[in-house]
């Protein structure tokens, strides 16, 4: 049997379980997982929580790649967990080891963990793979990156795209799977 697709997730871990958008995106993860996929995120609260529990429920295996610096929290859903010895090796293993990307709501580290992954695909030190933006707040950003950016790659907003539902993220990883 071949093995399924692992999709990495970045998102805030301050998002609070009880919150509208930590409730959508277990629903969005647990559907991700029915169409086929796994998952793979830093492994702690907050939005990669919610990605590993609905990745859990619906059937997926769910790799934490953590950092060894920080205790890993308790009552997780993590199928799997690897400790990374750095921040630099923890990015390259969900980078490198996923066939597609989801970056869902977040701050300051999940905006590094996009330019970092963006950028290894415009500049093609990656393979083409799907990298999808989640959510309402990513649209007003690319937007002022688009007029504020001096970019290295001619075609570098090509490699990302904004998904607002789940539908449009489904979409976009069918072809994946």
């Excluded at 609260?45 to 953590?66: D, K, L, P």
């Excluded at 010895?85 to 970056?103: K, S, T």
Aim: negative net charge.
């Amino acid at each position: 049997m071949p093995a399924r697709p692992r999709l990495t997730a970045f998102g805030s871990s301050r998002i609070d379980p009880e919150s509208n958008v930590y409730q959508d995106v277990f629903a969005l993860s647990r559907a991700i997982a029915n169409a086929g996929w796994d998952g793979m995120t830093g492994g702690h609260q907050g939005m990669m929580a919610a990605f590993s529990e609905g990745i859990h429920h619906g059937g997926g295996h769910v790799r934490g790649i953590t950092l060894e610096r920080f205790p890993t929290p308790p009552g997780n859903t993590l199928s799997e967990e690897q400790r990374a010895h750095n921040f630099f090796d923890r990015m390259g293993i969900l980078i490198e080891e996923a066939q597609a990307w989801l970056v869902l709501p977040g701050g300051l580290g999940t905006l590094s963990e996009l330019a970092m992954t963006w950028d290894l695909l415009a500049i093609r030190v990656l393979e083409p793979r799907p990298l999808l933006l989640y959510g309402d707040m990513w649209e007003p950003i690319i937007a002022t990156l688009s007029d504020q950016l001096v970019l290295s790659a001619d075609q570098a907003f090509d490699c990302i795209r904004i998904c607002k539902t789940h539908d449009d993220v489904l979409t976009a990883l069918a072809p994946y799977a």
